[in-house]
């Protein structure tokens, strides 16, 4: 695991190349959003009482669009995570001034196939409001839009996948719901190579567009990580191992509990280290913790391992974290991993899902095997014995996210998207907000 460091002269090339393609890429996102002001009517729905990566994503999505004065209808579940989240951004926009979202509440989930009471509001959506694109984050829903969009020519219909698929949907009742679909965006290769190979989908219509971070949110000289390290008990010299969301068997808690049971008995007795969990346990889930806890128990290892239950500041998490695991069963894409990149923290993934898509061949952060204890314990202590090269990881990391995953880079390519399927549905400008 040798980890080369960057010279000065390439790391200043690097800046001034990243300026000028950052101005670039901004240029081309107001070209876009210039288009789009004239004519884009969209509704985004994403029906969930969760609030995981999935929720935070369309939701995210939604808000950059508004920021930038385009017409987005977000339609969610009525006191769900998503609809308090924008409620507190319309509320912080009318304190500015600004422009809020406009949200549509449903008090109960559509049915998965040809739902009447959607159907009615699709019509009103379209005749009425003028709405010319649909974007939906749950492909179990395409089957109650996608029959009752055949007769609205004009209507972009867009879905995004956000999980692995595993199951075959090449059907024909599947085949006929996704020949109404536009574009199908994917967060990864790996994420559309495994939607190509279980759905019947043409290539053209699966589209790749990257999460992304803010960095004007993630910034490492600008976050002081000692208080949060203090409510976790780890001081300067205690190195801190942490694991972000939620606690659920498929993210890997019990990997990470074993693992920190034989770094225990094998790190000399004055390293102090302590294992972290952010996260609150899956909604509907009941056992989880407590397993975890008498699995602690059992390894007496309970002075070093934290509960540390939901934090909303992840910037902060990761400054504060000195190694950031992320062991998965499996993982469509890891955005908690790319955050802890852009903080310089270095990162140890599950080498599942698109996970050499995010550390490259282990240049970025280090694979380990799913389910795997010995091995993270491994990978773990190799990072505790190189302080240095573990510090040169987390800078190269953040350089490569900062290049690869901002979120104008999302914006753009989600613009572009929207852009393209109006055309082809060939949408005018006069004819947003009217009648057609």
């Known amino acids: 695991m040798q980890i080369e460091s960057s010279t000065k002269s390439n790391l200043k090339s690097m800046k001034s190349n990243s300026?000028?393609?950052r101005e670039q890429l901004l240029n081309e996102t107001q070209e876009l959003v210039s288009s789009l002001q004239q004519k884009l009517n969209a509704v985004v729905i994403c029906i969930s009482k969760a609030w995981g990566g999935l929720e935070q994503v369309a939701a995210a999505d939604s808000l950059h669009l508004v920021e930038k004065q385009l017409k987005v209808?977000?339609?969610?579940?009525?006191?769900?995570?998503?609809?308090?989240?924008?409620?507190?951004?319309?509320?912080?926009?009318?304190?500015?001034?600004?422009?809020?979202?406009?949200?549509?509440?449903l008090y109960s989930a559509p049915r998965n196939a040809f739902d009447f009471l959607l159907k009615k509001k699709i019509d009103r959506w379209v005749t009425q409001e003028g709405v010319n694109l649909i974007h939906?984050?749950?492909?179990?829903?395409?089957?109650?839009?996608?029959?009752?969009?055949?007769?609205?020519?004009?209507?972009?219909?867009?879905?995004?996948?956000?999980?692995?698929?595993?199951?075959n949907k090449k059907d024909f009742f599947h085949s006929?719901?996704?020949?109404?679909?536009?574009?199908?965006?994917?967060?990864?290769?790996?994420?559309?190579?495994?939607?190509?190979?279980?759905?019947?989908?043409?290539?053209?219509?699966?589209?790749?567009?990257?999460?992304?971070?803010?960095?004007?949110?993630?910034?490492?000289?600008?976050?002081?990580?000692?208080?949060?390290?203090?409510?976790?008990?780890?001081?300067?010299?205690?190195?801190?191992?942490?694991?972000?969301?939620?606690?659920?068997?498929?993210?890997?808690?019990?990997t990470f509990v074993r693992a920190a049971a034989g770094l225990c008995q094998m790190l000399p007795s004055k390293t102090k280290v302590?294992?972290?969990?952010?996260?609150?346990?899956?909604?509907?889930?009941?056992?989880?913790v407590d397993e975890l806890k008498k699995l602690i128990k059992i390894y007496q290892i309970e002075p070093h391992v934290v509960f540390a239950g939901f934090i909303k500041e992840i910037p902060k998490v990761m400054a504060a974290f000195d190694i950031l695991v992320m062991p998965s069963r499996r993982e469509a894409f890891g955005m908690v991993a790319i955050e802890g990149m852009a903080m310089e923290c270095p990162v140890i993934v599950s080498n599942a899902g698109s996970a050499r898509e995010i550390v490259g061949n282990e240049d970025y952060g280090l694979l380990v095997r799913p389910d795997d204890a010995f091995d993270l314990q491994k990978k773990i202590r190799w990072l505790l014995d190189h302080p240095e090269q573990r510090e040169q990881m987390g800078k190269k990391a953040r350089a490569y996210v900062r290049e690869h995953f901002d979120i104008q880079i999302r914006i753009k390519r989600t613009l572009a998207v929207y852009d393209r399927m109006l055309r082809l549905r060939k949408v005018k400008p006069k004819s947003i907000g009217g009648l057609f």
Request: charged share 20%.
């Open 19 to 21: 300026s000028q393609s």
């Open 136 to 167: 939906v984050h749950q492909t179990s829903l395409l089957g109650s839009l996608s029959p009752w969009l055949w007769r609205y020519r004009h209507v972009a219909l867009v879905a995004s996948r956000h999980i692995m698929n595993n199951h």
């Open 176 to 254: 006929l719901i996704y020949r109404r679909l536009d574009s199908l965006l994917v967060m990864s290769e790996t994420l559309r190579q495994n939607v190509l190979l279980t759905h019947n989908l043409k290539e053209r219509q699966v589209k790749i567009v990257r999460l992304g971070i803010d960095f004007n949110l993630f910034q490492p000289d600008q976050c002081d990580p000692n208080s949060i390290r203090g409510e976790w008990g780890a001081d300067a010299d205690t190195v801190v191992i942490g694991l972000v969301g939620r606690i659920d068997p498929a993210k890997g808690q019990a």
């Open 274 to 288: 302590k294992f972290v969990m952010v996260g609150e346990e899956t909604v509907g889930s009941r056992h989880t």
């Open 73 to 105: 209808k977000f339609v969610c579940l009525n006191d769900s995570p998503v609809h308090r989240h924008l409620l507190d951004f319309n509320q912080r926009q009318s304190q500015s001034q600004k422009q809020t979202i406009e949200i549509e509440l």
